[in-house]
């Protein structure tokens, strides 16, 4: 079974980076896609917004449009880990993160998270237990 850890949450300034890890247990990675998810306080009810995806195989990414091109995932598969590397950060993109898994299948690696983002981050495999971003103004 894969377990799923993240960290590197803290408090930052808006304008500011900060670097998350996933890192995976149990498992090799390969074989894996790994989505990064985020709960926004007092947005309970909409559920778990997922911001982006990486097929650990292909290499394959998604980026929800309100973190493209300030975000992406880099990896250390031999570390079995998976960071969330957050430039330019904004007050909005304060939130409990989330990092979360399955075994992706082809040739459609990314269609698993695509349908958790409409489903509010039900549907992925594995989870971690999150942690908290918070970018002051």
């Known amino acids: 079974e894969v377990q799923l850890v993240e960290s590197g949450g803290g408090l930052v300034q808006a304008g500011g980076s900060l670097r998350l890890s996933c890192s995976a247990s149990g498992v090799s990675l390969d074989g894996y896609a790994i989505g990064w998810f985020r709960q926004a306080p007092r947005k309970e009810r909409e559920g778990r917004a997922g911001?982006?995806?990486?097929?650990?195989?292909?290499?394959?990414?998604y980026y929800d449009n309100s973190v493209v091109d300030r975000f992406t995932i880099p990896t250390d598969n031999a570390k079995k880990t998976v960071y969330l590397q957050m430039n330019s950060l904004k007050p909005e993109d304060t939130a409990v993160y989330y990092c979360?898994?399955?075994?992706?299948?082809?040739?459609?690696?990314?269609?698993?998270?695509?349908?958790?983002?409409?489903?509010?981050?039900?549907?992925?495999?594995?989870w971690g237990k999150g942690t908290p971003v918070t970018v002051s103004s």
């Open positions: 979360a898994a399955y075994v992706a299948t082809y040739p459609a690696p990314l269609m698993q998270f695509l349908r958790a983002v409409q489903a509010g981050g039900d549907g992925m495999d594995y």
């Open positions: 911001i982006s995806c990486l097929s650990i195989r292909d290499g394959s990414t």
